[in-house]
Nanobody, 124 residues
Framework: QVQLVESGGGLVQAGGSLRLSCAASGRTFSSYSMGWFRQAPGKEREFVAA????????YATDSVKGRFTISTDNAKNTVYLQMNSLKPEDTAVYYC?????????????????WGQGTRVTVSS
């Protein structure tokens, strides 16, 4: 079955960096797009960034543009989220997800597979 396993979360000071990884297995993902979402305490899950599996298209929400970069390593079946210049408001559980579309999608309802999440805490 499809598995998405996130790693790389942790505690970091404001201004610091983290790189999240999402290892995907269980099928061929060449026709999928991958996304990162986050959910802060007491808030709804929100879209962060997405990428087509080939890496040809990427998109990030305005609040992280210029700070976060999404990328893929097809040989490793892994999706990354490089997070720089972190802010306390980036604190959340970050989820990796896969959608059966070969294009960018931002709605969580379009994603059919989800990882278990990795926690990111940014201290001020």
């Amino acid at each position: 079955q499809v598995q998405l396993v996130e790693s790389g979360g942790g505690l970091v000071q404001a201004g610091g960096s983290l790189r999240l990884s999402c290892a995907a297995s269980g099928r061929t993902f060449s026709s999928y797009s991958m996304g990162w979402f986050r959910q802060a305490p007491g808030k709804e899950r929100e879209f962060v960034a997405a990428i087509t599996w080939s890496g040809s298209s990427t998109y990030a929400t305005d609040s992280v543009k210029g700070r976060f970069t999404i990328s893929t390593d097809n040989a490793k079946n892994t999706v990354y989220l490089q997070m720089n210049s972190l802010k306390p408001e980036d604190t959340a559980v970050y989820y990796c997800a896969a959608a059966t579309y070969n294009r960018i999608v931002t709605s969580s309802r379009s994603y059919v597979y989800w990882g278990q999440g990795t926690r990111v805490t940014v201290s001020s």
